[in-house]
């Protein structure tokens, strides 16, 4: 028994389901946001680590560098001065001295040699004197300089 009467609606062609798009589009649009938020999650931490983090720039004048007791003769210490390390040394002879420690050549952290009683470089056998002046190695000029005082306990170190 087929349905030939044109006035009476086909009931076995298959109703359009009008749930159907709104279901599809809601997949397509969760299917964007997850991709999006995936896109998201990379892209993110690789901007961060690009991005260089905001460094205040020291107007520190003074700080204390050591106690006495830390810097024995004829030894040195890395200091924080600001943002930058600085090198306080106590010389053979008793002296206090200190240098910005940021090798003048390609600006890696020096260090106090005791036994060569210099100011040394292990980047490239960099050298320098207990005046910071550059005496061995590529750096092509001396080491900044800072004024040295003993406040009781205190090695207190100032920019010239
Ligand atoms: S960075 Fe110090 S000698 Fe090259």
Same mark, same amino acid.
């Given at each position: 028994?087929? &349905?030939?009467?044109?006035?009476?609606?086909?009931?076995?062609?298959?109703?359009?389901?009008?749930?159907?798009?709104?279901?599809?589009?809601?997949?397509?649009?969760?299917?964007?946001?997850?991709?999006?938020?995936?896109?998201?999650?990379?892209?993110?931490?690789?901007?961060?680590?690009?991005?260089?983090?905001?460094?205040?720039?020291?107007?520190?004048?003074?700080?204390?560098?050591?106690?006495?007791?830390?810097?024995?003769? &004829?030894?040195?210490?890395?200091?924080?001065?600001?943002?930058?390390?600085?090198?306080?040394?106590?010389?053979?002879?008793?002296?206090?001295?200190?240098?910005?420690?940021?090798?003048?050549?390609?600006?890696?952290?020096?260090?106090?040699?005791?036994?060569?009683?210099?100011?040394?470089?292990?980047?490239? &056998?960099?050298?320098? &004197?207990?005046?910071?002046?550059?005496?061995?190695?590529?750096?092509?000029?001396?080491?900044?300089?800072?004024?040295?005082?003993?406040?009781?306990?205190?090695?207190?170190?100032?920019?010239?």
């Amino acid at each position: 028994m087929g &349905n030939n009467d044109p006035r009476k609606p086909n009931q076995n062609l298959a109703q359009p389901n009008l749930s159907q798009p709104n279901r599809r589009s809601f997949l397509d649009y969760l299917l964007g946001a997850s991709a999006m938020a995936t896109l998201g999650a990379i892209v993110y931490p690789i901007f961060r680590f690009m991005s260089p983090p905001q460094v205040i720039e020291s107007t520190e004048n003074s700080v204390v560098a050591a106690k006495l007791s830390e810097v024995p003769v &004829n030894s040195g210490k890395i200091f924080k001065f600001g943002n930058k390390p600085g090198i306080l040394v106590h010389t053979a002879s008793g002296e206090f001295k200190a240098f910005s420690a940021v090798c003048t050549h390609l600006e890696c952290i020096v260090q106090y040699r005791s036994e060569t009683k210099q100011i040394w470089c292990a980047c490239h &056998n960099g050298q320098y &004197n207990l005046n910071g002046k550059n005496v061995g190695g590529p750096p092509p000029r001396p080491l900044d300089e800072f004024k040295v005082n003993t406040r009781g306990d205190d090695v207190v170190v100032t920019r010239s």
